[in-house]
């Protein structure tokens, strides 16, 4: 690889990435011919810089939290020329980092992108066009995601998550799915559809333990209702690494899914909120090239 293009979030990790900025671009000028930074101002400024230069780089580096990495995934992903793709985690969860092997230290990061393990992983793309890395969801994710406060999530870090998930558990809010897939159908009430591509949200493996980045199929699970035993089979999952199995769960792989909810639920995808259902989403197989870990 000759060219590449580092993106950088400055405010990302409370700026840590923009301290450790002179090091590690001397670093990375040690390994590749050409070194371009750019620090964005405001959101769409990365994807915009992709689609400026991505004809003629061989690699984009994301440096950012999950926000940076979804923006920036998204633009490679629809770029004709798709360069490579990689991670320098910077933000509170940095889960599609993690499902890639990615050491959250940022030099060490660094180190394993310099080594350059390439690995085609799939992406699951709506019928807008638009593309998620790690997960997509409706329902209590959502609530979640939104309930948490800056100052919660600077403060609490990771736990922020499972404060407000807590608290959303003392006010469910049920509403009606109906979810077509390639062998099946669901419809009926429910808490939460989650769609895994990668394994980590919020920091741990607690929905999708054996996910895998390249089979080609999506991970969904439906919570019908959040009992102690649903809640419990999640917990036991995480400890065990085995399927999450309960009367009030349904888990099963599919290619392509269609959803519609009523009331029409908000979708939270990779963390950013992308409009509401009804949506059909589909697994694009080895669509993007990343750096990988061990």
Avoid at 10 to 27: D, F, H, N, V, W
Avoid at 30 to 46: A, C, M, R
Avoid at 128 to 147: A, D, H, K
Avoid at 222 to 233: A, G, H, N, P
Wanted: charged share 20%; with cysteine; hydrophobic share 35%.
């Amino acid at each position: 690889m000759k060219r590449v293009e580092l993106i950088v979030n400055p405010s990302a990790g409370q700026g840590k990435i923009k301290e450790l900025l002179p090091k590690l671009t001397r670093r990375l000028r040690e390994h590749f011919v050409q070194v371009h930074v750019h620090l964005t101002k405001q959101p769409g400024d990365g994807a915009r810089r992709v689609q400026e230069v991505g004809h003629d780089t061989d690699l984009i580096i994301a440096a950012g939290g999950d926000g940076t990495v979804h923006e920036l995934a998204n633009a490679v992903c629809s770029h004709p020329d798709r360069p490579r793709f990689a991670i320098l985690p910077g933000g509170t969860c940095n889960d599609f980092s993690r499902a890639l092997g990615i050491k959250q230290h940022i030099p060490d990061a660094l180190e394993q992108i310099i080594k350059g393990q390439p690995r085609r992983v799939d992406v699951v793309r709506n019928q807008q066009g638009r593309y998620f890395l790690n997960f997509w969801g409706i329902g209590l994710i959502t609530r979640v995601s939104t309930q948490i406060t800056p100052e919660n999530k600077e403060r609490f870090g990771r736990l922020a998550y499972y404060i407000s998930a807590a608290q959303n558990l003392l006010h469910p809010r049920p509403f009606t799915l109906e979810a077509e897939w390639d062998e099946g159908h669901f419809q009926g009430e429910a808490m939460m559809l989650l769609v895994g591509n990668g394994s980590f949200i919020g920091g741990m493996e607690a929905f999708f333990p054996h996910s895998r980045l390249d089979d080609g199929k999506m991970d969904v699970l439906v919570i019908k209702e959040t009992s102690l035993d649903s809640l419990w089979s999640l917990l036991v999952s995480n400890m065990t690494r085995e399927w999450p199995l309960g009367e009030d769960l349904h888990y099963f792989h599919t290619e392509h899914l269609t959803i519609q909810a009523n009331p029409a639920q908000t979708i939270d995808c990779d963390g950013e909120q992308v409009g509401t259902t009804p949506s059909e989403l589909v697994t694009l197989p080895g669509h993007l090239t990343v750096l990988v870990g061990e």
